[in-house]
């Protein structure tokens, strides 16, 4: 039986929707042998070298545990390293490794790839304008 999504559901919507662009990312991400999520932590780990589990957790607006859950192929690989850092010598610093780069460089060609297929099907303003209101949510 198919019922209809509800109309006034925000968070339904929402959520429907990022799983269907996910699939899109997932089908073009996966010839680069990584995942959306994980392609989203190497990218910032390049963008903000030394960032702490914390400070990743926050920048992805994800749980810690689920940071600790997508890094651990990462870190086995040899994608991403984790040292002690810090004043202290306290504080878990995350680095994106040669081959982290390496990777990151492939599967950049196939996340445009992906950045593409989706603006020719939803309007390359519109994707802009979404991504505009999508940061400002999370920004607030």
């Known amino acids: 039986m198919h019922?209809?999504?509800?109309?006034?559901?925000?968070?339904?919507?929402?959520?429907?929707?990022?799983?269907?662009?996910?699939?899109?990312?997932?089908?073009?991400?996966?010839?680069?042998?990584?995942?959306?999520?994980?392609?989203?932590?190497?990218?910032?780990?390049?963008?903000?070298?030394?960032?702490?589990?914390?400070?990743?957790?926050?920048?992805?607006?994800?749980?810690?545990?689920?940071v600790v859950r997508v890094l651990q192929p990462l870190l086995r690989s040899g994608l991403v390293s984790a040292e002690l850092g810090g004043s202290c010598q306290r504080r878990l610093q995350l680095t994106l490794t040669e081959s982290g780069r390496t990777k990151l460089a492939d599967a950049q060609r196939h996340f445009q790839a992906a950045q593409e297929e989706f603006e020719a099907k939803f309007g390359r303003r519109k994707a802009a304008r979404l991504r505009r209101e999508l940061f400002r949510l999370t920004s607030e």
């Open 3 to 66: 019922t209809r999504p509800p109309r006034h559901d925000d968070c339904f919507a929402l959520r429907q929707a990022a799983r269907h662009i996910s699939q899109l990312y997932e089908r073009h991400l996966s010839a680069a042998g990584i995942t959306p999520t994980q392609f989203s932590i190497v990218s910032a780990l390049e963008r903000s070298p030394d960032m702490t589990m914390a400070e990743l957790a926050q920048a992805m607006v994800m749980e810690r545990t689920t």
